[in-house]
């Protein structure tokens, strides 16, 4: 009979360890879903700014133009030419294979310091 409660004891801690390990996992996961939303909104909100920042300087650098060609239109032009020089060489690097290995390189490389940084947080 004692090797019974023993056997029972042992199954009693064996499943509350087990649920404790199941709530671990849990929050570890919440915490690295928690984290992830956490980084997209940041990444959002910088690229938001970045983009009102970029479309104020590029207005401002298109007035200038005007002003310094003393024109009304000109400064836009140069602006939308420079943009489109740039839309030119982003479309021949994604026929040619380029970009889509730009990307797939940084996010690997941005994958490889965050796994390097949160093993550094464990340690």
Do not use: C, H, P, W
Request: hydrophobic share 55%.
């Amino acid at each position: 009979m004692a090797d019974f409660l023993k056997i029972g004891k042992l199954i009693e801690n064996l499943t509350g360890y087990i649920k404790v390990k199941i709530e671990i996992l849990k929050l570890d996961i919440i915490e690295e879903v928690s984290k992830g939303v956490a980084r997209i909104f940041a990444n959002l909100i910088i690229l938001v700014l970045s983009l009102f920042f970029l479309a104020f300087f590029n207005l401002a650098a298109a007035v200038l133009l005007n002003s310094y060609l003393d024109s009304d239109y000109i400064g836009y032009l140069i602006i939308a030419a420079v943009y489109f020089v740039m839309l030119l060489i982003v479309i021949i690097m994604a026929k040619n294979g380029r970009l889509k290995k730009m990307i797939e390189d940084q996010i690997v490389r941005s994958r490889t310091e965050q796994n390097a940084t949160n093993r550094s947080e464990d340690e």
